[in-house]
C-alpha cells in the first residue's frame, strides 16, 4: 500500500519569497513521485516527477524537488514565488500500470 | 493546451438516477483513468484502464463502472447515483503505465440532491 503525506494543509507566503511544500511517502517497491497543482475550480496540472537518477528535478515555471530515500520525502520548493502560484499543490506516487495515490494537498496563498 | 476533455462540465441529478460521464483525449495515449475528488479536495483513484487491463479500485462501489469504445475514450457510468457521489470526476491519460506522465481534464462536477 502507498501512502502520501503532505504536512502543511495551507501555506502563507508573499511575493518574491522562497516556498518549501514538504511530502512523505511509503512504500516497498519502486515508485514515481509527481507534483501536481491545482488552481481553484481547474484540473490537475503536472509539475515534475522523479523515478531515478539524480535526486533534484526541475519542473516547470520555476518548480523543482528533491528526492531523499533516507527521509522518504520529495519536497517540491520554488525560489520567488508568484501570486499566480497560488493554488493547490498535490504529492503524488505511484506504481507500475496504477493510478496516482495523491497526498491531501498543501494549499499556497501568495499575497503581494 | 487541453488535450483531455470532459463532458459535461456540471450536472445537478437526483438520488436514483443513472448519469454517464464522457472523456476523451487526443494524445495518443493508451491507458485513461477515473479519479473523484470530494469537497475537501481529496483525490481518489477509481479506475485504471487499457486494452489489456481494467484495474479497479476496490472501495469503489458497483455502481460505477468504466465504459471504453476505443482507447481514447472512457467514460463513467453511475447507475443508481446516492448523495456521497457529489463530487469532481477527474479523468486522466498516461502513455502507458504508472511511470508515465498523466495529463488530466477539466473534471465534471456531480451535485446529487
Known amino acids: 500500500t502507498q501512502t502520501v503525506s503532505q504536512s502543511d494543509a495551507h501555506v502563507t507566503v508573499f511575493e518574491g519569497d522562497s516556498v518549501e511544500l514538504r511530502c512523505n511517502y511509503s512504500?516497498?517497491?519502486?515508485?514515481?513521485l509527481s507534483w501536481y497543482i491545482q488552481h481553484h475550480g481547474r484540473g490537475l496540472q503536472f509539475l515534475l516527477k522523479?523515478?531515478?537518477?539524480?535526486?533534484v528535478v526541475q519542473g516547470v515555471n520555476g518548480f523543482e524537488a528533491e528526492f531523499s530515500k533516507s527521509d522518504s520525502s520529495f519536497h517540491l520548493r520554488k525560489a520567488s514565488v508568484h501570486w499566480s502560484d497560488s493554488a493547490v499543490y498535490f504529492c503524488?506516487?505511484?506504481?507500475?500500470?496504477?493510478?496516482?495515490?495523491f497526498g491531501l494537498g498543501t494549499r499556497v496563498s501568495v499575497f503581494p | 493546451e487541453t488535450a483531455v476533455f470532459q463532458t459535461p462540465n456540471y450536472h445537478v441529478t437526483q438520488v436514483g438516477n443513472e448519469v454517464s460521464f464522457n472523456c476523451k483525449q487526443t494524445?495518443?495515449?493508451?491507458?485513461m483513468y477515473w479519479y473523484k475528488q470530494d469537497s475537501k479536495k481529496l483525490l481518489k483513484i477509481m479506475f485504471s484502464?487499457?486494452?489489456?487491463?481494467?484495474?479497479v479500485n476496490e472501495t469503489v462501489p458497483r455502481r460505477f463502472s468504466p465504459q471504453s469504445s476505443d482507447k481514447a475514450h472512457l467514460n463513467l457510468r453511475i447507475k443508481s447515483v446516492e448523495p456521497e457521489d457529489s463530487a469532481v470526476y477527474l479523468c486522466?491519460?498516461?502513455?502507458?503505465?504508472?511511470?508515465?506522465?498523466?495529463?488530466f481534464g477539466p473534471g465534471t462536477r456531480l451535485l446529487v440532491l
Open positions: 486522466a491519460s498516461s502513455l502507458l503505465g504508472g511511470q508515465d506522465t498523466q495529463y
Open positions: 512504500y516497498g517497491g519502486s515508485i514515481y
Open positions: 522523479y523515478y531515478s537518477g539524480n535526486p
Open positions: 503524488a506516487v505511484s506504481a507500475w500500470a496504477q493510478g496516482l495515490t
Open positions: 494524445l495518443g495515449h493508451d491507458t
Open positions: 484502464y487499457n486494452n489489456k487491463q481494467l484495474i
